[in-house]
């Protein structure tokens, strides 16, 4: 069965950091585009961030470039996702993904998805 989890959320200050992880199980995801996704209450889910399976290309989503980064490995997690300079407009459940139809923007380019990890920035 495959499974990708994501770890590490929590609460967190405005202008901290927080680094998630997704680890993954029932098969290697090298060959994968890796993305993260956050869905904030009453909102739709937005792209965040993908990386290719190389690692080589990357894709942010304006609101958080600067701020966030993300890197692979090819072990038991695929991805992490380090979230720096972190504001209220940023809560959201996280949600890793991972797709063979290339690295972007859409959702619809990863088939596989973890169940979230909700990530709140409050004083």
């Known amino acids: 069965q495959v499974q990708l989890v994501e770890s590490g959320g929590g609460l967190v200050q405005p202008g901290g950091s927080l680094r998630l992880s997704c680890a993954a199980s029932?098969?290697?995801?090298?060959?994968?585009?890796m993305g993260w996704f956050r869905q904030a209450p009453g909102k739709e889910r937005e792209f965040v961030i993908a990386?290719?399976?190389?690692?080589?290309?990357?894709h942010y989503a304006n609101s958080v470039k600067g701020r966030f980064t993300i890197s692979r490995d090819q072990a038991k997690h695929p991805v992490f996702l380090q979230m720096n300079r972190l504001t209220p407009g940023d809560t959201a459940v996280y949600y890793c993904a991972a797709g063979l139809r290339g690295v972007g923007l859409s959702s619809s380019l990863y088939n596989y998805w973890g169940q979230g990890t909700q990530v709140t920035v409050s004083s």
């Open positions: 990386i290719s399976p190389s690692g080589g290309s990357t």
């Open positions: 029932g098969r290697t995801f090298s060959s994968y585009a």
